[in-house]
């Protein structure tokens, strides 16, 4: 399971990227490999609100419907407009092409999970 070490992650299984005020968010290689193939990705509008830990969207595969969480606060900025075509990209690369909605936020992550953290939270979750 790859798990870059300048993301943090969620208990969720979405990670995330901060740079500056942008969060981009996606969901990990181990959630899109439990789900499966995707199929469909439901995602919010350009200006939409979420607390942190609030479902902004959904995910569904062959398997299961799943919603996705926000990692952190913010307002939706951008949404990953390629997932409508193409949400295999989700299961293909995850961290980079497969990236769901960037959300603009000044919540700094910190009660995120390292990699080695979430490593853990995952092995002990089977």
């Known amino acids: 399971m790859s798990l870059p070490e300048d993301l943090k992650y969620a208990k969720t299984h979405e990670w995330t990227r901060i740079e500056d005020e942008t969060a981009t968010v ?27 830990g609030e479902s902004f969207g959904t995910v569904e595969s062959v398997k299961a419907v799943s919603d996705l969480y926000a990692p952190v606060s913010g307002e939706v900025v951008e949404f990953n407009k390629e997932l409508e075509d193409a949400p295999e990209k989700i299961n293909e690369d995850p961290y980079s092409a497969g990236w769901i909605v960037k959300l603009k936020t000044s919540d700094p992550g910190d009660d995120l999970l390292s990699a080695s953290e979430y490593k853990e939270a995952t092995d002990t979750d089977g």
Request: net charge negative; no cysteine; charged share 25%.
């Open 26 to 52: 996606g969901i990990t290689e181990h959630a899109a490999e439990e789900l499966g193939d995707v199929v469909y990705v439901e995602m919010p509008e350009v200006g939409a609100t979420f607390e942190a």
